[in-house]
């Protein structure tokens, strides 16, 4: 049994796009990797950008690619 169902995530403050926040999501999905986490990691946030460029966007930075 996995401690966490998932984890969530916003940008932080506003709850708009993760990479205009405080809270370094790579580095933070870096040591939830490390860790062997194998679950879900949540997006819920509103864009203030166009749907599709924000999630693309959401997800170059994810990966370290911003």
């Given at each position: 049994m996995r401690p966490f169902g998932h984890f969530h995530s916003a940008g932080v403050p506003g709850r708009h796009e993760l990479f205009d926040g405080e809270t370094n999501y790579p580095f933070l999905l870096k040591r939830i990797d490390a860790a062997?986490?194998?679950g879900y990691f949540g997006l819920e946030y509103m864009p203030l950008r166009e749907s599709r460029e924000s999630?693309?966007?959401?997800?170059?930075?994810l990966a370290g690619r911003k």
């Open positions: 062997g986490y194998k999630l693309v966007a959401t997800r170059d930075y």
